[in-house]
């Protein structure tokens, strides 16, 4: 049981380039999540995946797109990267109807330059 | 002003030592409190959801008082190991799917 998986660990990109970060769950959960987070700033909730099918604004979607691929996946792209994107990415699963935990995955580590 | 608001640290203690970290909260629609815990450069882990009854898991003591809007999380007999940040994290009802807000962390260091 892997839990959360996320590719790649870290990434580089030059402004204006584009990339998927890849999020991947093994334990059944409904909803998925991408956050990012920055120094003093805590986890800030991009979008989030209620179920298979449906995706949603978070906090600070501009930027960024996602696809709820199936039950397991739930990719994070951004079109043309800024340094402003510059953070870790954190996905995350919860199955709403057992409790409020996320379980989280790795994290991916981009810098835009 | 921020949902979820915590002293940033770091809060230099001793082994064995006790520590106390407070967090408040601005939106009244707060309705689930959690502690989590992140080790430096990995993710968050739930340490321990809050109740309003307040709450104890070993060596660590959660409270919340609604009334001020506010939760503790004590830590008793210090280790080295629980050297982290301790995030606070709350979920708003009508949020939306149980999308949690965290706060951006309290960080403490146990030293020997």
């Known amino acids: 049981n892997a839990g959360v998986t996320q590719t790649p660990k870290f990434q580089v990109l030059k402004t204006g380039q584009s990339m998927t970060l890849q999020c991947a769950q093994d334990m059944n959960h409904n909803s998925m999540y991408w956050y990012r987070q920055d120094p003093g700033m805590g986890l800030r909730l991009i979008y989030y995946s209620a179920s298979e099918g449906t995706t949603d604004k978070g906090e600070v979607p501009n930027g960024y797109n996602v696809s709820r691929l199936n039950k397991r996946e739930f990719s994070l792209r951004l079109e043309s990267a800024a340094p402003s994107q510059t953070s870790v990415y954190f996905c995350?699963?919860?199955?709403?109807?057992?409790?409020?935990?996320?379980?989280f995955g790795p994290g991916t580590r981009l810098t835009v330059t | 002003r921020k949902e979820v608001e915590q002293d940033p640290g770091p809060f230099n203690v001793p082994e064995g030592a006790t520590v106390a970290f407070n967090c408040t909260y601005s939106?009244?629609?707060?309705?689930?409190f959690f502690w989590y815990r992140q080790d430096c450069r990995k993710e968050p882990k739930l340490l321990m959801s809050?109740?309003?009854s307040g709450n104890e898991d070993g060596r660590f003591t959660a409270q919340l008082n609604r009334a001020s809007q506010y939760i503790s999380l004590l830590i008793r007999d210090s280790k080295l190991s629980d050297s982290a940040t301790y995030l606070c994290v709350v979920n708003i009802r009508g949020m939306g799917r149980r999308a949690l807000t965290f706060g951006s962390g309290t960080r403490l260091q146990v030293q020997p």
């Open positions: 939106n009244s629609a707060s309705q689930s």
């Open positions: 809050v109740y309003s």
């Open positions: 995350a699963s919860t199955d709403p109807g057992q409790s409020y935990e996320q379980y």
